[in-house]
């Protein structure tokens, strides 16, 4: 059974930092697409950033202030958000798109609220 827990949400002032973690258990992430997802109240759940293999993407809102990666050792992904502005505020969510299956997991999202 695939879980995608993740943990290191919370309240921060704006211009601060958050390091959100994603872990992974059932399913071996380096193998996959991992992504992170927002869904702030009231609007679509947007994507934020994606790893796969060497390749990262990053949203235009977030780029030069979000840095994606993985540890493979201990399985997890982690999300490194430097320069939070109130608009980031949202629900985050880690994602695992298994290609080769079209099977996609989601964590049960973690809460981030940036305070002006």
């Known amino acids: 059974q695939v879980q995608l827990v993740e943990s290191g949400g919370g309240l921060v002032q704006a211009g601060g930092s958050l390091r959100l973690s994603c872990a992974a258990s059932g399913i071996v992430l380096s193998n996959n697409v991992m992504r992170w997802f927002r869904q702030a109240p009231g609007k679509q759940r947007e994507l934020v950033a994606t790893i796969t293999g060497g390749t990262t993407y990053y949203a235009d809102s977030v780029k030069g202030r979000f840095t994606i990666s993985r540890d493979v050792a201990k399985n997890t992904m982690n999300l490194q958000m430097d320069s939070l502005k109130p608009e980031d505020t949202a629900v985050y969510y880690c994602?695992?798109?298994?290609?080769?299956?079209?099977?996609?997991?989601w964590g049960q999202g973690t809460q981030v609220t940036v305070s002006s």
């Open positions: 994602n695992a798109l298994v290609t080769s299956a079209y099977v996609s997991y």
